[in-house]
């Protein structure tokens, strides 16, 4: 199981449209996406399809990508408390 | 039983649920062993019009430990692919079947056959075809025709064949689960009744099975052919599994796509083990374990329940098991490390002291032409638990040694008691409707749905 940093994931796990689609915190990943570590070319977004982000440990930040047959495990805690925004009401989503 | 429905998880997964392993010397082709795993417990031949398949969405395993230590050194992995000819129908074939490419034919299954060896994976066949189920004399009026066109030899040098087949696992569920009847014993039992003979409860019913056949110098971990049964090298250990992958995401037009890695959702070594010996609220756990780690239920082979439940059960019948209460060395013996050398004269099952359920095949040991159901227990070292064939009565053999019957290998001061080599369910191969095959994949043919059940 491979340990990411948050720059490292973003850079290697392009997040693509389908993706989002998956996760109910559009604006927020948005807003990740457009931060200056975000520099996901479009291309490979295109190849990686969507994917399922799990959140282990809401607590150490620690999530699961699942994308095709790997999972990836990264630690956050920043886009775990986006999400977090996003499921209180009046908030992201 | 022998896995069928026996963990709460899995038994609403049937697809993906393991219900019986075998290996064994094949018995008309003794330098071949034949390992097959089979899935999808009781099924009812009559239930369309979605009949029975596999999982598109399941990797099914066949796993080999071939140096003791209880981790698979081989690996055959089978993945399905359903395809529809006509989605204009609501029928299964909208005419009858007579070959395997048969246009009347609309759901059929393809596979794929790939095999790991020491982490390498090598696709040995694509786009296999697997077999119809057997539906009723309209559809399907010559059913062994395309089942034996699914038998299919590969040119890696196993001979294959995934698809439907009898139900060749007999026993007598109901009588058992009700507070551990057997039929033949029940005058004996708490609640007294007379005695009678066993029921089959799977005759007429289906599973689905995948089966392999090889020689045996593809198994050894270095290729050599065994023929001395006192080599460890003689020896394997097999399993079977299911695994789904990690997230299911339902999609609103029926759609669904699946991510992550693989995850283990059944396994099966020895008949019985996950059903009876495992305690009720660790059975999905133990589902979802390697062999490798079983030392962790190592307890519950030293003091399984059943010879508890038996001696409650029988009020008076097994007074010197009641009285026994040493560990069950003899058990973990034969579920966990193999029969080690000088238990028995001139034979051994055992490769290393790894703690692992698997079913262990000396290899080294031939096939009989005169077998007896009881395996070991009935004097035929080529019966369970020296790997597992089709007719052995794995039932009886493994009540029996909970019983008691087999705690003299071990501990030569116990007398068993004189029932412990009697009980049984009363039940034999002459139980099953379906006859098992001279040949491979040796399992019956399977029960058709109009004619079962019947009336």
Same mark, same amino acid.
């Given at each position: 199981?491979k340990?990411l940093t948050?720059?490292?994931f973003l850079?290697?796990?392009?997040?693509?449209a389908?993706?989002?689609?998956?996760?109910p915190?559009?604006?927020?990943l #948005? #807003?990740?996406?457009h931060?200056?570590?975000?520099?996901?070319p479009q291309?490979? #977004?295109k190849s990686?399809?969507s994917?399922?982000?799990h959140? /282990? /440990?809401?607590? =150490?930040?620690?999530? =699961?990508?699942?994308v095709g047959a790997?999972?990836?495990v990264?630690?956050d805690?920043?886009i775990?408390a986006c999400?977090?925004e996003? =499921?209180?009401?009046?908030?992201?989503? | 039983?022998s896995?069928?429905?026996e963990a709460?998880?899995?038994?609403?997964?049937p697809?993906?649920?393991?219900?019986?392993?075998?290996?064994f +010397?094949?018995?008309?082709?003794?330098?071949?062993?034949t390992l097959i795993?089979?899935?999808?417990?009781l099924?009812g031949? $009559?239930g369309?019009?979605n009949?029975y398949?596999f999982?598109?969405d399941v990797?099914y395993e066949?796993h080999?430990?071939n140096d003791g230590?209880?981790?698979?050194d081989i690996?055959y992995?089978?993945?399905?692919?359903?395809?529809?000819?006509?989605?204009?129908?609501?029928l299964?074939?909208t005419?009858?079947?007579?070959?395997?490419t048969?246009?009347n034919?609309?759901?059929?299954?393809l596979?794929? +056959?790939?095999r790991v060896?020491? @982490?390498h994976e090598?696709?040995?066949a694509?786009?296999?075809a697997?077999? *119809?189920?057997?539906? @009723?004399p309209?559809? !399907? *009026?010559?059913?062994?025709?395309?089942a034996?066109?699914?038998?299919?030899?590969?040119p890696?040098?196993?001979t &294959?064949f995934a698809?439907? %087949?009898?139900e060749g696992?007999y &026993?007598?569920?109901?009588?058992?689960?009700?507070?551990l009847?057997l %039929?033949?014993f029940?005058n004996?039992?708490?609640?007294?009744m007379e005695? $009678?003979p066993g029921v089959n409860a799977?005759?007429?019913l289906?599973?689905?099975t995948m089966?392999?056949?090889? *020689?045996?110098s593809?198994?050894?971990h270095?290729g050599?052919?065994p023929t001395? *049964?006192t080599?460890?090298?003689?020896v394997i250990g097999?399993?079977?599994?299911a695994s %789904?992958?990690?997230a %299911?995401?339902?999609?609103p037009?029926?759609?669904?796509?699946?991510y992550?890695?693989?995850?283990?959702?059944?396994?099966l070594g020895d008949p019985l083990f996950?059903? +009876?010996?495992i305690?009720l609220g660790l059975?999905?756990?133990?589902?979802s374990?390697?062999?490798q780690g079983?030392?962790?239920?190592?307890k519950? &082979?030293q003091?399984?329940?059943?010879?508890q439940?038996l001696?409650e059960?029988?009020?008076? +019948?097994f007074?010197n098991?009641a009285a026994?209460s040493?560990?069950?060395a003899?058990?973990v013996?034969?579920?966990l490390?193999?029969?080690p $050398?000088?238990?028995? $004269?001139?034979?051994?099952?055992s490769a290393?002291?790894t703690l692992a359920d698997?079913?262990r095949l000396?290899?080294a040991?031939p096939? !009989?032409?005169?077998p007896?159901?009881?395996?070991i227990?009935?004097g035929?070292?080529?019966g369970?638990p020296?790997g597992r064939? &089709?007719i052995?009565?794995v039932?009886t053999i493994?009540?029996?040694?909970?019983?008691g019957a087999?705690i003299p290998?071990?501990?030569?001061?116990?007398t068993?008691?004189a029932?412990?080599?009697?009980v049984?369910?009363?039940?034999t191969?002459?139980?099953i409707?379906s006859?098992?095959?001279?040949?491979?994949?040796?399992?019956?043919?399977p029960y058709?749905g109009f004619d079962?059940?019947?009336?």
């Amino acid at each position: 199981m491979k340990k990411l940093t948050r720059r490292s994931f973003l850079q290697q796990t392009p997040i693509s449209a389908a993706a989002v689609s998956l996760l109910p915190v559009v604006p927020a990943l #948005a #807003a990740v996406r457009h931060s200056p570590e975000a520099v996901a070319p479009q291309s490979s #977004a295109k190849s990686t399809g969507s994917m399922v982000v799990h959140i /282990n /440990n809401v607590a =150490t930040g620690e999530m =699961t990508l699942l994308v095709g047959a790997r999972q990836i495990v990264l630690h956050d805690p920043r886009i775990i408390a986006c999400f977090i925004e996003a =499921t209180r009401e009046g908030g992201w989503a | 039983m022998s896995s069928h429905r026996e963990a709460p998880e899995i038994s609403k997964d049937p697809v993906a649920d393991n219900t019986d392993v075998y290996a064994f +010397v094949s018995p008309d082709n003794p330098n071949t062993v034949t390992l097959i795993a089979n899935y999808i417990p009781l099924e009812g031949p $009559a239930g369309g019009p979605n009949f029975y398949e596999f999982g598109d969405d399941v990797l099914y395993e066949i796993h080999i430990d071939n140096d003791g230590d209880g981790i698979a050194d081989i690996t055959y992995q089978f993945r399905f692919q359903t395809t529809l000819q006509n989605p204009d129908t609501f029928l299964y074939n909208t005419g009858p079947i007579s070959s395997l490419t048969d246009p009347n034919w609309n759901k059929r299954q393809l596979y794929s +056959v790939t095999r790991v060896k020491n @982490g390498h994976e090598t696709v040995l066949a694509e786009n296999l075809a697997s077999p *119809p189920c057997n539906i @009723g004399p309209f559809s !399907t *009026p010559d059913y062994a025709t395309p089942a034996e066109d699914a038998i299919h030899v590969l040119p890696s040098g196993e001979t &294959v064949f995934a698809g439907q %087949r009898a139900e060749g696992f007999y &026993v007598d569920l109901g009588a058992f689960f009700d507070l551990l009847d057997l %039929r033949p014993f029940q005058n004996l039992h708490i609640n007294p009744m007379e005695a $009678a003979p066993g029921v089959n409860a799977t005759n007429r019913l289906n599973v689905h099975t995948m089966a392999i056949q090889l *020689p045996k110098s593809m198994l050894t971990h270095d290729g050599s052919n065994p023929t001395d *049964p006192t080599d460890p090298r003689s020896v394997i250990g097999v399993y079977a599994s299911a695994s %789904r992958q990690k997230a %299911r995401i339902l999609g609103p037009n029926a759609d669904i796509d699946e991510y992550g890695p693989w995850v283990q959702v059944s396994r099966l070594g020895d008949p019985l083990f996950n059903e +009876v010996i495992i305690p009720l609220g660790l059975k999905d756990f133990w589902n979802s374990q390697s062999p490798q780690g079983d030392k962790q239920f190592l307890k519950y &082979v030293q003091n399984p329940e059943v010879p508890q439940r038996l001696v409650e059960l029988y009020p008076g +019948v097994f007074p010197n098991l009641a009285a026994y209460s040493k560990p069950r060395a003899d058990l973990v013996a034969i579920l966990l490390t193999g029969l080690p $050398a000088g238990v028995i $004269a001139g034979f051994q099952n055992s490769a290393g002291q790894t703690l692992a359920d698997l079913v262990r095949l000396n290899m080294a040991i031939p096939p !009989t032409t005169t077998p007896n159901i009881f395996g070991i227990l009935g004097g035929d070292l080529a019966g369970f638990p020296n790997g597992r064939r &089709v007719i052995d009565d794995v039932f009886t053999i493994e009540v029996r040694a909970l019983a008691g019957a087999t705690i003299p290998l071990v501990d030569p001061s116990f007398t068993p008691d004189a029932a412990a080599d009697q009980v049984t369910d009363g039940l034999t191969p002459s139980d099953i409707s379906s006859p098992f095959l001279p040949n491979f994949p040796y399992l019956g043919v399977p029960y058709d749905g109009f004619d079962n059940p019947s009336s």
